[in-house]
């Protein structure tokens, strides 16, 4: 069984970083994407950030370009998510997610088979 363990959020000023991990355990294969998503209270599940293996890409969400890093370790099985610059409009709870095996999209929340807990981050004016 995939698990997913997110970590690393908390509470910042604007302005300020935060390098969000996730340690994913139980894999029998390489999944192809991995992203970070956030949902703030009382609205949808939105992609940050993903990366893909197949062709070595990465995607931002408007939003979080050029501020926000997305990386993967795959020696040490973890997804990171660098934050600077952050906006009270960043505030959410982030969750990493990884597809499942033999999955080929990975465009949104319904191509993803594994979620992590969440973990919060608070960005103050």
């Known amino acids: 069984q995939v698990q997913l363990v997110e970590s690393g959020g908390g509470s910042v000023q604007a302005g300020g970083s935060l390098r969000l991990s996730c340690v994913a355990s139980g894999y029998t294969y390489s999944p192809y994407c991995m992203a970070w998503f956030r949902q703030a209270p009382g609205k949808e599940r939105d992609m940050v950030a993903r990366?893909?293996?197949?062709?070595?890409?990465?995607y931002y969400a408007d939003s979080v370009k050029g501020r926000f890093t997305i990386s993967r370790d795959n020696a040490k099985n973890t997804l990171y998510l660098q934050m600077n610059s952050l906006k009270p409009d960043d505030t959410a709870m982030y969750y990493c997610?990884?597809?499942?095996?033999?999955?080929?999209?990975?465009?949104?929340?319904?191509?993803?088979?594994?979620w992590g807990q969440g973990t919060q981050v608070t960005v103050s004016s």
């Open positions: 990366i893909d293996t197949r062709a070595g890409g990465t």
């Open positions: 997610a990884a597809q499942g095996s033999g999955d080929w999209y990975c465009l949104s929340t319904a191509h993803y088979s594994y």
